[in-house]
């Protein structure tokens, strides 16, 4: 079938602090893992991918790992900022497809 | 700014109508995908054209139907509508017509039925 879990659903961490977000798919031929912020009001805003044939990718203090044996990915933020406070969408296409499935959504709150 | 144009930004309207939706891709981007994301709800695909024709369809009601134009450009028609179509609905480009592109929002359209 076809399925992105997404973990926590919320998640309140303290300025500075880093925030981990997890999600886990289902069809094994996904070879494409991006991650989209949506801030009140706005549209997803993508702010970082991964595809399959690497296991890690950094862009400043944001950071995704793959891990394609298990089937999951994670965001990692690092020294979290209030304005890092979004909801953040995990997503996976169906593989050999063009459907994209997202995950639910963690809403993050970052406290000053 | 993603580049990624959607109009109108509300629309209010009653039960039983019927709305058109447009979004303009960015330049060069030829894929254009649909998506509907209800309260506290995540993202839900509705469908994607390719350079004018459609390519997939995702939980898309039969009442909705949308079409992309040779600019490019693409409009979702929403009809018979009821009070749970109300909702963001969002465009997104991408420059390929593999889901393993980079998709790119627009800043969505707010329906309200009422």
């Known amino acids: 079938g076809e399925n992105v879990e997404q973990h926590p659903s919320t998640l309140s961490v303290q300025e500075g602090d880093s925030a981990v977000i997890k999600c886990t798919y289902s069809?094994?031929?996904?070879?494409?893992f991006p991650w989209y912020k949506q801030e009140l009001g706005k549209g997803p805003q993508l702010i970082i991918d991964?595809?399959?044939?690497?296991g890690e990718k950094k862009d400043q203090r944001i950071a995704v790992t793959l891990n394609k044996t298990a089937k999951h990915f994670s965001l990692h933020i690092t020294e979290t900022q209030p304005e890092d406070s979004a909801v953040y969408f995990c997503?996976?296409?169906?593989?050999?497809?063009?459907?994209?499935?997202f995950g639910a959504g963690t809403r993050l709150f970052v406290k000053a | 700014d993603s580049g990624v144009t959607q109009t109108p930004k509300h629309l209010i309207t009653a039960t039983g109508q019927r709305v058109t939706l447009r979004c303009s891709p960015r330049?060069?981007?030829?894929?254009v995908y649909w998506y509907q994301q209800s309260l506290d709800q995540g993202l839900q695909f509705l469908i994607q054209?390719?350079?004018?024709?459609?390519?997939a369809k995702g939980n898309i009601l039969e009442r909705f139907s949308a079409q992309q134009f040779p600019d490019l450009h693409s409009e979702l028609n929403l009809s018979s509508l009821e009070l749970g179509d109300s909702a963001l609905y969002f465009c997104?480009?991408?420059?390929?017509?593999?889901?393993?592109?980079?998709?790119?929002f627009g800043p969505g359209t707010r329906l309200t039925v009422t």
């Open positions: 069809d094994s031929a996904s070879n494409y």
């Open positions: 997503a996976a296409p169906r593989g050999g497809g063009f459907k994209t499935i």
């Open positions: 054209y390719y350079n004018g024709e459609e390519r």
């Open positions: 997104a480009s991408s420059v390929g017509v593999a889901n393993s592109y980079e998709q790119y």
């Open positions: 991964i595809r399959s044939n690497v």
């Open positions: 330049s060069g981007d030829l894929s």
